[in-house]
T-cell receptor, first 112, second 111 residues
């Protein structure tokens, strides 16, 4: 009963390093999402993928890239990490027009 | 542009008191409406949802929400809060695949 799995759970990077956050869902959902959560800012949408083979920008896409590798997996890449990208990152998936999102447990990322 | 507003960043209530958390949205047409709860250090959990029909919807943990089309609101309520309700609550309207969340309301419970 895995649902949405994010790896890693914690990561510390140095400024300028690159990193890929992994997300996989086993519910056969079409849509997948990446959010970042910062104190007082709620969840902000970075990128989303409405279906396999498509990706779209969200509210705060700058500094990030995504890949919808297949229906199960949606990865988020930081090419050159910056301290402003220190955050908790959540992946979510959804199936159907009137269905809620299912969330992973988050990845806590610190950029020094 | 689509937007969602949760005007209260923090709310403090006494255990056993009633609760109302506000959510207002601005969309071209009535969106699907969701409330989520996030306990400290956890992911988000669905509390309830509204698509159509009865404007008062029941959710888990004794929560309910009322959809008011004329006010573009979907406020969350609970008649009597418990200490375990201390968490952050998010409203998330949706019309298409781009799902945007409100900034959240953090609920504090006084013993």
């Amino acid at each position: 009963n895995a649902g949405v799995t994010q790896t890693p759970k914690f990561q510390v990077l140095k400024t300028g390093q690159s990193m890929t956050l992994q997300c996989a869902q086993d519910m056969n959902h079409n849509s997948m999402y990446w959010y970042r959560q910062d104190p007082g800012m709620g969840l902000r949408l970075i990128y989303y993928s409405a279906s396999e083979g498509t990706t779209d920008k969200g509210e705060v896409p700058n500094g990030y890239n995504v890949s919808r590798l297949n229906k199960r997996e949606f990865s988020l890449r930081l090419e050159s990490a910056a301290p402003s990208q220190t955050s908790v990152y959540f992946c979510a998936s959804r199936q159907g027009a009137n269905q809620p999102q299912h969330f992973g447990d988050g990845t806590r990322l610190s950029i020094l | 542009a689509q937007s969602v507003t949760q005007p209260d960043i923090h709310i403090t209530v006494s255990e056993g008191a009633s609760l109302e958390l506000r959510c207002n949205y601005s969309y071209g047409a009535t969106p699907y409406l969701f409330w989520y709860v996030q306990s400290p250090g956890q992911g988000l959990q669905l509390l309830l949802k509204y698509f159509s029909g009865d404007t008062l919807v029941q959710g888990i943990k004794g929560f309910e929400a009322e959809f008011k089309r004329s006010q573009s609101s979907f406020n969350l309520r609970k008649p009597s809060v418990h200490w375990s309700d201390a968490a952050e609550y998010f409203c998330a309207p949706r019309r298409d695949d781009k799902i945007i969340f409100g900034k959240g309301t953090r609920l504090h419970i006084l013993p």
